[in-house]
């Protein structure tokens, strides 16, 4: 079975600078793997996924991630914060099977100062 | 616009009681799923359903029920059997292998 694993819960940026949000996964072959966003109070929003070909995935809001497969790693970064990127990022994974199931991170709170 | 409908936003029980949030999707997507979502825990997999008229349990099945009568339309019941079940409620939909998810706005159910 396919898990990930976020690391860091909480994660405080200055506006302007780096956002790095980590998620590594395990599975036996390269899955499927994806970015949402979740505003206070709604639902989930796809930022970016993984399926296959290039393994630098463009998404909404200037937020990119990166597949490596030595790594088992999809981390995601936007290179200037801005104060609305303030939420909770969820990484989630599924495998190549007819198994249409996503596991999903715990989660990283993303807090932006200004 | 295509979608996923829940109802309602905000919802309240009573103890001993049975409670049913709707969902409802007009984009075609095969599979439906509800999620339970807490703080600090993520999102736990609840029942999903790949097809009409079949549905799994997912990972926190007990005191829940679901049905599957139509492609468009997945209710949860929250029966009395579930004995923690404030939280926020979320149904998602998705397209056949490749798609991901995409998210109503939500549940949040308060027992009283």
């Known amino acids: 079975a396919q898990s990930v694993t976020q690391l860091g819960s909480h994660v405080s940026v200055s506006e302007g600078a780096l956002v790095l949000l980590r998620c590594n996964y395990s599975s036996s072959v390269p899955p499927y793997l994806f970015w949402y966003v979740q505003y206070p109070n709604q639902g989930l929003q796809l930022l970016l996924k993984y399926t296959t070909g290039a393994t630098l995935v463009k998404g909404i809001n200037g937020f990119e991630a990166e597949f490596k497969k030595s790594e088992t790693s999809f981390h995601l970064t936007k290179p200037s914060a801005h104060m609305s990127d303030a939420a909770e990022y969820f990484c989630a994974v599924r495998g190549r099977s007819n198994d249409y199931k996503l596991s999903f991170g715990a989660g990283t709170t993303v807090t932006v100062r200004a | 616009d295509g979608g996923i409908t829940q109802s309602p936003k905000y919802l309240f029980r009573k103890e001993g009681q049975n409670v049913t949030l709707s969902c409802e999707q007009n984009l075609n997507h095969d599979a439906m799923y509800w999620y339970r979502q807490d703080p600090g825990q993520g999102l736990r997999l609840i029942y999903y359903?790949?097809?009409?008229?079949?549905?799994q349990k997912g990972d926190i099945a007990e005191g829940y029920s679901v049905s599957r009568e139509k492609k468009e339309s997945f209710p949860l019941t929250v029966t009395s059997a579930q004995k923690n079940p404030t939280a926020f409620y979320l149904c998602a939909s998705s397209p056949s292998r490749g798609g991901g998810y995409t998210f109503g706005s939500g549940t949040r159910l308060t027992v009283v």
């Open positions: 359903s790949q097809i009409v008229n079949d549905f």
